[in-house]
Each structure stands twice: as structure tokens, then as C-alpha cells.
């Protein structure tokens, strides 16, 4: 796929039934004809009402950008396809860009994947745990050494929520206590729904606002009474830290929301093909514009 067959890509992506113009909405907008060679951007559109000029990536993520559309979109593909991630290293040398676009093109895909969730809250069964995540070695400590307990000071806590045979969603805080604890799982799961957990003493209380919570005792070697398990969830903090201490070693604090949305967009798109996935991955860049500073 070559820059100008990104474009066409796009614009049908974008706009299904014809270019419309993000200015003012009027349709039908003419095309700018472009000289071989010319300094001209690419793809420029011109509005018949409000005589403003536009390309298909205005307000979305690729706008400013000086990466070729295709090249993007094979970003997002990756992205989209490995259940673990893509590192900017990996993207760097992919795509023949350099590592600090690579780095800022991951950057800005995450945050075209961070959505509002799909449905208003979690139903049903949901299993709700909590592990440290992410966080970088002191000084003096080497990449390797990823003996989770030496880092705890500087690791966030995630918690996350997944409706069995559903979405999930997760979310970081600092520390954890049973006061934000209640309130996430409050916000998030609908009280007509069954509520699964480890026996963390922070989930306590849950009970009186769910039809049901029930936890399993890990410290007894409890895994699983009938159908009272966190399996689900388990499996998808595994994918989680796989990603995050294999492909992206060690992520900042300030960063870690990103890479949670990029992860619970791929999981709760994981039925559907990688190509689709993608799709919606492009979909999703509209009125995602971000700035350097940002
Ligand atoms: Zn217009």
C-alpha cells in the first residue's frame, strides 16, 4: 500500500457515502488537482459552501504529521494484530522511521484507542482483580531484573474488571484501598451482577452493593468453588504484563493509562478479525488530535 492508496483507505473509512466537509458538513466537496512534484499536500479537498480546503486527516491523529499515511496505517495493523504489543523499537525498524517517530506514532495510536466503554457498566459475572504493573528499575538496578518487590514503591496498581464472555476494563491508581477499590468496582459493574474476587481484604464490603460477591482464598490454595474462579481476569493480567515487561520493558507512571486502553481495546475486540480490528483502530483516530505538548 503506497501513500495515495492509504489516502483512498482512509476517506472510505471515514467517509462511507463521500467526502464531507469537517468545517461546516456541506458535502460534495471538489478535489484540488496536485502537480507531480508539487509542495501541495496531498489529498486536499475544497468545501463548495464554506470555500475552506481539507484532507481526510484533519482532526484526527495523522494531522501535522509528516509520517506518510501508509506507513501509519501499517502501525496500526501492527498494533492491532500482536496481542502483546509492538515496541517502538520493533515499529522503528518495521516502518524505516526513526525510533522517536516510532515512539510518538505508538503514542498517539494508544490514545486514538482510548474509548468510552462500549456499554454503560459490566453485567453478569464479573471477576475483578488487582496486581502491580509497569514502574522503572532505580538506579543501579539493570533491565533485567524484574524481581517484582525490589519495585513496588515505584509500580502503580491496576484493577481490572472482566465480564465473564465480556468486555473488560482497567484502570490504574497509585495504591489501592478498600475506599477507591469500591468505588472503581461500583462505577464500573451494574449491582445485578455477580462479583468474583481474591480474598484481598480491601474487597470486603463489596457484597452489600452487588446481588452477590463471592472470593476465592488463594492463600489456601483455593483456585476455584463451582463456579467462583478469577481466571478470567488472571489470564488477562498475563497478557498484560507479558506486553508490558517483555515488549514495552518498563513503562512510566504517567503513561500506563495509554497502554492499559491499547490493551483492553485489542481484548475487547478480540472476536473479531485482525483486519477489522484495525478498522475500527482507524475509525477510532477521528477527533483524536494530539499535539506534541499533549
Ligand atoms: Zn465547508
Request: proline share 4%.
Amino acid at each position: 500500500m503506497d501513500d495515495a492508496e492509504a489516502r483512498a483507505y482512509l476517506e472510505g473509512l471515514r467517509w462511507p457515502d463521500g467526502p464531507v466537509c469537517p468545517h461546516c458538513g456541506a458535502d460534495k466537496p471538489y478535489r484540488l488537482s496536485r502537480k507531480p512534484g508539487s509542495k501541495m499536500r496531498r489529498g486536499v479537498l475544497k468545501c463548495r459552501s464554506c470555500r475552506k480546503q481539507f484532507t481526510v486527516t484533519v482532526g484526527t491523529i495523522f494531522e501535522d504529521s509528516h509520517i506518510p499515511l501508509n506507513k501509519w496505517l501499517m502501525a496500526i495493523h501492527l498494533l492491532c494484530a500482536s496481542k502483546k504489543g509492538i515496541s517502538a523499537h520493533q515499529l522503528h525498524r518495521m516502518l524505516g522511521v526513526t525510533y522517536k517517530s516510532a515512539w510518538f506514532m505508538a503514542h498517539r495510536i494508544r490514545y486514538a484507542m482510548e474509548q468510552p466503554p462500549l456499554r454503560d457498566k459490566l453485567r453478569g459475572v464479573v471477576e475483578v482483580d488487582e496486581t502491580y504493573i509497569g514502574g522503572k528499575p532505580r538506579k543501579g538496578q539493570t533491565k533485567d531484573r524484574r524481581d517484582a518487590g525490589r519495585w513496588k514503591g515505584e509500580k502503580a496498581m491496576v484493577v481490572a474488571l472482566v465480564e465473564r464472555d465480556g468486555d473488560v476494563r482497567s484502570i490504574s491508581r497509585r495504591t489501592v484501598t478498600e475506599k477507591n477499590l469500591g468505588q472503581v468496582v461500583r462505577e464500573n459493574v451494574d449491582p445485578s451482577a455477580r462479583v468474583m474476587t481474591d480474598s484481598f481484604p480491601a474487597y470486603r464490603g463489596l457484597r452489600r452493593h452487588f446481588a452477590d460477591h463471592q472470593a476465592v482464598d488463594h492463600s489456601r490454595q483455593e483456585y476455584r468453588r463451582g463456579d467462583v474462579y478469577t481466571q478470567t481476569v488472571e489470564s488477562y493480567f498475563a497478557i498484560l504484563k507479558r506486553g508490558i515487561n517483555g515488549v514495552y520493558h518498563h513503562v512510566g507512571e504517567q503513561h500506563l493509562h495509554r497502554y492499559l486502553a491499547e490493551f483492553d481495546f485489542r481484548y475487547n475486540r478480540r472476536k473479531v478479525e485482525d483486519g477489522i480490528r484495525a478498522a475500527l483502530a482507524i475509525k477510532a483516530t477521528e477527533g483524536k488530535r494530539l499535539r506534541y505538548r499533549d
